[in-house]
C-alpha cells in the first residue's frame, strides 16, 4: 500500500522559517515528481513547487526566492524548506507523488499539514 506522509507544519511568526517533509513509499519515490500544494480558506488549491524524479524544481512566482524543494532519495524523503514566510502562505500544505508503474500512471495524495503564519 502506498503512502504519503507529510510532518512540520505549525505556528511560525511572519518572517520566520518552517521545513515541511513528505516521506513516500520506497516503491514509487525514485520514478515520482513531488509536489507541494496549499490550500487556504476560501481559496482554490494552488500548485507551490515540484520536483521531478531527476532533480528539476518548478515555483509558483509567490514562493520563489523564499522557498525551496528538495528530495533526499536515500530516505524517500522529499523537503519544503520555507523562509521569510508571510501570513499569506497559511494553507493547508499537501504532499502530491505523480508518476508512471508498470505502465499505469498514479497519483497519490498525503493528508496534509497545517501552516499558520501570525503574531
Known amino acids: 500500500q502506498v503512502q504519503i506522509v507529510e510532518s512540520g507544519g505549525g505556528l511560525v511568526q511572519p518572517g520566520g522559517s518552517l521545513r515541511l517533509s513528505c516521506a513516500a513509499s520506497r516503491t514509487i519515490f525514485s520514478l515520482s515528481t513531488i509536489s507541494w500544494y496549499r490550500q487556504a480558506p476560501g481559496k482554490q488549491h494552488q500548485l507551490v513547487t515540484s520536483?521531478?524524479?531527476?532533480?528539476?524544481?518548478n515555483y509558483a512566482d509567490s514562493v520563489k526566492d523564499r522557498f525551496t524543494i528538495s528530495r533526499d532519495n536515500a530516505k524517500n524523503t522529499v523537503y519544503l524548506q520555507m523562509n521569510s514566510l508571510k501570513p499569506e502562505d497559511t494553507a493547508v500544505y499537501y504532499c502530491n507523488a505523480k508518476g508512471r508503474f508498470l505502465g499505469r500512471t498514479y497519483d497519490y495524495w498525503g493528508q496534509g499539514t497545517q501552516v499558520t503564519v501570525s503574531s
Open positions: 520536483i521531478t524524479n531527476g532533480g528539476g524544481t
